[in-house]
């Protein structure tokens, strides 16, 4: 009888021991941003891991990872241990433009990720040194054409969105001007209130308050229509450029191989997140949209990296831009 005892106890402790480790997430979840602080990834990030957090009971810790663009946080990201306790978060540059743009990737989005959601739609502003003299987008490219490779856009390094986006737009504008690679937007962005670069195209999150703040000058804006925050700001259609129309995605992603109750339960967090008062007015006062249900969600984001990594291919080729 004793030794029957002995025998439910051990089969207890074991089974109990097997549904503690199945338990997520079982410490804090740390949250990879392939980007330097101060841009909009890493202010994106920094608020959905606060609201995924509440909603977790754990810690939800943004680590900046940043070099090669988007390179080498990626690169962590897709070798970290694929349990869900390590995250990243990213946009279409980094987690789908890349493979257009950078020869040695190192992995392939479409098969070493594990999709968790969309979280934020984004449009994207171009701005202009308030040192440059420049006040609308017809006068920058004018300047373009005078001075050619004179003129630069500071960007976040090769392969992010702001990267991609000058490089658009001057093959749209069939001109040629210097792209000066920085390790992130918020570097990017001090060059650009110092005067050292004369342009960056970044997203809202970054842009409306630099503007704001008179840091810079808003020329113009992606999307069908002007935003509140930024009401004098043409569209880039009204401004004379109506090709130019880049609404960026960003989104949460893990390595390959996150069991799938650790990414429902990611997703889960994600939702509430984003029903979050603080999110949700946050998002508001940066031009910041949430997708809607039906575009969010694992299965929602493994169709639009596939999606973006084909456009960007096609683009990239059609535009003349070499990879790096």
Known sequence: MQGKLWLFAILALCCGGGAVAQEFPARTVTMIVPSAPGGTLDALGRLMAQGMAADLGRNVVV???????????????????????????????????????????????RQDLTPISIVANVPMVIAASTQS?????????????????????????????GHLAPAYLLSLTGLRATLVPYRGAGPAMSDLAAGTVDAVIDQTVTMIPAHQGRTAVALAV???????????????????????????????AGPKGIPQPAVQRLVQAVEAALASPAVTSRFADLATTAPP?????????RQRIATDVDRWIRVVREA????Q
Do not use: C, Y
Request: hydrophobic share 35%.
């Open 63 to 109: 680590e900046n990872v940043s070099g090669a663009g988007s390179l080498v946080g990626m690169q962590r990201l897709v070798r970290s241990t694929p349990d869900g306790h390590v995250i990243g978060f990213g946009n279409l540059g980094s987690l789908a433009a890349n493979v257009a743009v950078t020869k040695e990737l190192g992995f392939d989005p």
């Open 133 to 161: 003299g420049v006040r609308d987008l017809k006068t920058l490219l004018s300047r373009i054409r005078e001075r050619g490779e004179g003129v630069t856009f500071g960007t976040p390094g090769t392969g992010t969105t």
């Open 222 to 252: 992606t999307g069908s229509q002007r935003i509140p925050q930024l009401p004098e700001v043409p569209t880039f259609a009204e401004a004379g450029v109506p090709g130019f129309d880049m609404v960026i995605w960003n989104a949460i």
């Open 293 to 301: 249900p039906e575009e969010r969600g694992p299965e929602a984001l």
């Open 320 to 323: 003349g831009i070499t990879p």
